[in-house]
Nanobody, 118 residues
């Protein structure tokens, strides 16, 4: 059974930082590309950042220079370090694991709420 469990969300003031974690089980983590997505109220889910199995990263323009995605294959965990947070970063953040060979197969976590507000 595949499980992705996110943690680290919460309420933070503008300019603050949070680190999200996503710990996986049931997959060969090192083979999977991992991603963080977010969905704000009334909006579609959007890609935030991805990291390949060889640790190549990619970011949506709105978070470049503020967010950093990383992975620890020994811990089966992917992280999202979020700095200089803005109110527009408020959303539910989801972790995604993309199958290395089957593009139609991916797994999702349950999401963690991030709220940026004074």
């Amino acid at each position: 059974q595949v499980q992705l469990v996110e943690s680290g969300g919460g309420l933070v003031q503008p300019g603050g930082s949070l680190r999200l974690s996503c710990t996986t089980s049931g997959i060969i983590f090192g083979l999977y590309a991992m991603g963080w997505y977010r969905q704000a109220p009334g909006k579609q889910r959007e890609l935030v950042a991805t990291i390949t199995s060889s640790s190549i990263t990619n970011y949506v323009d709105s978070v470049k220079g503020r967010f950093t995605i990383s992975r620890d294959n020994a811990k089966n965990t992917v992280y999202l370090q979020m700095n200089s947070l803005k109110p527009e970063d408020t959303a539910v953040y989801y972790c995604n694991a993309a199958h290395p060979l089957l593009s139609q197969v991916s797994y999702w976590g349950q999401g963690t709420q991030v709220t940026v507000s004074s």
